[in-house]
């Protein structure tokens, strides 16, 4: 069974790629799963993430989160906004198959916005949650 949270780290990478909407602000080249700095703009990165394990139910329900990193160069936020919007319609709708797990639901809880301090750059965090449930082996 694959860990929770790498489980909804596959599914996300995989939905961002396949979105024919956010490749029109996005370049499938830009969509990264990996640690770094940002060298191609603009660009999302599926990022960290943590799960919360939970065994008050019998079927042993767990909470994954999600951090989707989106960096672009400009001074303002406006397209870091426009591409968190396309990020959302890309994990609004399921079925979602999560490998290992049932997926009860995805939900993308949050985004936060900033501005890089020299100005060049904004960047945007997309919080993702999903209740899975262990499938039976």
């Known amino acids: 069974m694959a860990e929770p949270n790498f489980a909804l780290q596959k599914c996300v990478y995989q939905r961002l790629t396949a979105s024919a909407a956010l490749s029109t602000l996005v370049d499938e080249a830009g969509i990264f799963d990996r640690s ?9 990165i599926v990022g ?12 042993f329900h767990e909470t994954a989160f999600l951090n989707v990193h989106i960096w672009v160069e400009e001074p303002g936020l406006a397209k870091a906004k426009l591409i968190a919007g396309f990020v959302r319609n890309a994990l609004r709708d399921g079925p979602w198959l999560v490998e290992g797990h049932i997926c009860h639901g995805v939900i993308v809880e949050g985004v936060q916005f900033m501005r890089d301090p020299s100005g060049n750059y904004s960047h945007g965090v997309v919080t993702v949650r999903a209740i899975l449930q262990e499938a039976a082996a």
């Open 36 to 44: 770094g700095r940002p060298e191609v703009f603009p660009c999302v």
């Open 48 to 59: 960290e993430g943590h799960a919360v394990f939970s065994d008050r139910y019998e079927t």
